[in-house]
């Protein structure tokens, strides 16, 4: 809630919950290249350049926020998808969409207002993939421990 300014930045006035099924996240992660090249992920500089541009999953890791903000030490993933990735997304693997931007400006009341102890979010939980070989491609074990 706190990357779209609480439903107030440009172009993310709406904010829309999604629910899909961990296979089919694991399938999307399973396509991601990182946005950046990091030594370590990759054989070489060229071979992410070459998976760049032919992979329709982009996977960058930044930091989470608090809800005033602040940046905290655990991570947050964000994807890009693109092409025929994102299509199957929209027309196959979306089990719900749900508009919570009306719960999400009240949630923001409570931020402005300095009331934390009222504020509703999300209940959140370390995500474990069991394919320790996808989790290890995308940096969910090295994030996790």
């Known amino acids: 809630m706190y990357r779209c300014g609480w439903a107030s930045k ?3 006035e709406r904010v829309l919950a999604l629910w899909l099924e961990k296979t089919a996240f694991e399938e999307i ?5 990182f946005s950046t090249f990091t030594a370590g992920n990759y054989e070489s500089a060229d071979v992410w350049k070459q998976e760049l541009s032919t992979k329709n999953v982009r996977l960058q890791w930044d930091p989470d926020h608090s809800p005033y903000g602040g940046k905290l030490t655990r991570r947050a993933l964000q994807l890009g998808l693109k092409n025929s ?11 719900r969409i749900e508009d919570i931007t009306d719960f999400v400006l009240q ?19 370390v995500y474990h993939v069991a394919d320790t070989t996808l989790a290890q491609k995308v940096g969910i074990t090295a994030l996790a421990s």
């Open 10 to 12: 440009e172009n993310q």
């Open 85 to 95: 990735t994102l299509e199957q997304f929209g027309k196959r693997q979306l089990v």
């Open 107 to 125: 949630q923001k009341l409570h931020v402005a207002n300095r009331q934390l102890e009222q504020l509703l979010v999300p209940q959140e939980r």
């Open 29 to 33: 992660i399973g396509q991601a290249v």
